[in-house]
């Protein structure tokens, strides 16, 4: 197994880890200890994804299991929101049913020999929902500690839970759109 299949299979060993610091209370700053896992495992994305094309080491279970590994993490701590009562279900909703959509078009052009890449939209959806998630994490860890946050906490998180559904929309319309032949048939 070389080193891109390494991280990868590392960031999926972080995610039960990363969920028991989201979710056990018992767990000194919990939250910050979430926050560093989260992180860790989302530059393990950046690291594996760069070395595999670096050193032309793309293998087809990298292929597979890096965006697993990635829709692994989301998820879990999208539901780890919701189970907080931190991000409402519906846009969680919302963005798990573009993945879906997302996914399934490139399942459906896979065969036909189409590669779907993501495009400058679904990169733009995917750093702004890992900044809002990195910002909840934080806000949360700081009143956890009990430290006074000096800016508007409650209007940021709005602001990027609108900005990130609207751009996790626009985006999943985007590949459906420049994919209709595919759906056409």
């Not at 979710?23 to 992180?39: E, K």
């Not at 078009?105 to 929902?129: E, F, M, S, W």
């Not at 006074?148 to 999943?172: D, K, Q, Y």
Request: proline share 4%; with cysteine.
């Amino acid at each position: 197994m070389n080193t891109p299949n390494k991280l990868t299979m590392l960031r999926m060993v972080m995610i039960p880890f990363f969920v028991a610091c989201m979710l056990l209370d018992f767990i000194p700053n919990q939250f910050l200890w979430a926050f560093v896992i989260f992180l860790t495992a989302s530059l393990t994305d950046l690291l594996d994804g760069y070395l595999a094309r670096r050193d032309h080491l793309v293998t087809d279970f990298g292929k597979l299991m890096d965006p697993l590994a990635d829709k692994l993490l989301v998820t879990s701590a999208l539901i780890c929101f919701v189970d907080l009562e931190v991000i409402p279900a519906v846009v969680v909703i919302i963005i798990l049913s573009r993945e879906f959509l997302v996914t399934s078009i490139r399942l459906v052009a896979a065969p036909k020999g189409r590669v779907i890449a993501a495009d400058i939209y679904g990169k733009a959806k995917t750093v702004c929902q890992m900044s809002w998630m990195c910002y909840l994490m934080l806000a949360m860890a700081a009143l956890q500690a009990g430290v006074a946050l000096w800016f508007p906490n409650r209007l940021i998180h709005l602001l990027f839970m609108v900005v990130t559904t609207g751009l996790t929309i626009f985006s999943g319309f985007h590949y459906v759109w420049n994919n209709r032949d595919l759906l056409a048939q």
